[in-house]
């Protein structure tokens, strides 16, 4: 028996998803019944970033902020979309920004830039706090203000800020040669260096070394000297830094010529030769900010700290020591002035004699970390 033919009829009174008929057509086509196709879309369409919740995504930022290798990496964040560049100006967010988003390009300092280091500085970011101190302090010449800047993130434990604020006391910076409080820049730099900071330490070292501000102790700053430079290895060891060639020997320490030099040699009492450490952004801003505008931007007779990687200027005449071999360096600090001897001076000076003389301000060469290490049986 031959099945029940179909009529026009049955075939539009099919429900969704059946067959349906097109008159005029042999093809049939399938009306699907799903009702995602069937419901209308929604006005955010794929973006899910809506539906995240807002503590979640401030919590990644700050994660973000916080390991910021360039102002690059958070300024990518800011422009992805209006919800992240709101949700990233936030207090939370800019009070855990990295030291790295803050290293501003001298040449390209604007309004902007100082505008955004004043909020992060409103946010409570203790990076932010130092380097717009340095900036105001050393560049912009507002003492006061930069100082205190300085102040309120070494009040925070923020160990560059207190060494700088050493600095600053050892050398009487933006007052008179009396101004100068040794016993006041001792103890800051002894806060700094019980923070772990590496130039505080040797700073301190050479103090208790020279007696200066603190009563003489040899024996107690080459205890310090030896805590800066393992200080020194353990950080190079930590970073996994691979040199092209070996840097560590136990052969007596020479002198190379310095254009083939590829490391800072503060080492070289231990028988190493270590990477140079990195400058932190503050420091390497200063240094380029008087580059760009020439030494005339300095004012008459006042001179920058010899070491490269310090950018310091003096804020009056022969307020840096001078080496007393060759008179043409100055430093702002003996910590500078040690490591710019290991880095390259040690090459350019005149030979030292063993007992050179100190001026009156204790103006005296300093030989690096010069520790005796006995060596391991």
């Known amino acids: 028996m031959l099945p029940a033919r179909k009529t026009k009829k049955d075939f539009y009174s099919a429900g969704a998803g059946d067959c349906v008929f097109m008159p005029g057509r042999k093809r049939r ?26 503590d979640l995504v401030v919590s990644i930022l700050r994660r973000l902020a916080s390991t910021s290798r360039s102002p690059a990496d958070f300024i990518n964040v800011l422009m992805t979309c209006k919800r992240l560049n709101s949700l990233a100006a936030r207090p939370l967010v800019l009070s855990k920004l990295s030291r790295k988003a803050f290293a501003v390009k001298a040449q390209n300092w604007s309004e902007a830039a100082h505008r955004f280091l004043k909020r992060c500085v409103d946010a409570g970011n203790l ?17 006061r203000n930069g100082a205190s800047l300085m102040a309120k993130a070494a009040i ?19 007052g008179s040669k009396n101004d100068k409080d040794l016993r006041a820049g001792v103890a800051l730099c002894a806060r700094a260096a019980f923070l772990g900071h590496v130039d505080a330490l040797r700073e301190l070292g050479h103090c208790f070394q020279d007696g200066y501000g603190v009563p003489q ?40 010529n310095p254009n083939q030099s590829h490391g800072c040699p503060l080492l070289s009492d231990f028988g190493c030769n270590v990477p140079a450490p990195e400058t932190h952004p503050a420091n390497k801003f200063l240094a380029d900010w008087f580059a760009v505008r020439g030494g005339g931007s300095l004012g008459d007779g006042l001179r920058l700290c010899s070491h490269g990687g310090c950018g310091r200027p003096e804020t009056r ?7 007393s071999v060759c008179g043409v360096v100055n430093y702002c600090s003996r910590a500078c002035q040690a490591l710019d ?14 007992d050179a003389a100190y001026d009156g301000e204790g103006n005296g060469q300093i030989d690096g970390d010069n520790v005796l290490v006995v060596p391991m049986s």
């Open 29 to 54: 086509r399938c009306v699907s019944s799903s009702p995602i196709s069937s419901a209308p879309k929604s006005k955010a369409g794929s973006d899910l970033l809506d539906s995240i919740p807002e």
């Open 217 to 256: 102790n040899v024996s107690e700053g080459r205890r310090f000297l030896v805590q800066a430079n393992a200080r020194e290895l353990a950080a190079v060891l930590s970073s996994g830094i691979k040199a092209h060639r070996s840097w560590l020997t136990l052969s007596q320490p020479q002198i190379s």
């Open 156 to 174: 925070g434990s923020h160990a560059p800020s207190l060494y700088s604020l050493a600095v600053i006391q050892f050398n009487g910076s933006g």
């Open 127 to 143: 990076e932010a706090c130092y380097t717009l101190g340095m900036i105001r302090f050393y560049c912009l010449q507002n003492r």
């Open 317 to 323: 005449k022969h307020e840096f020591r001078r080496c």
């Open 341 to 354: 001897w290991k880095l390259r001076h040690k090459v350019d000076c005149a030979p030292m004699e063993q």
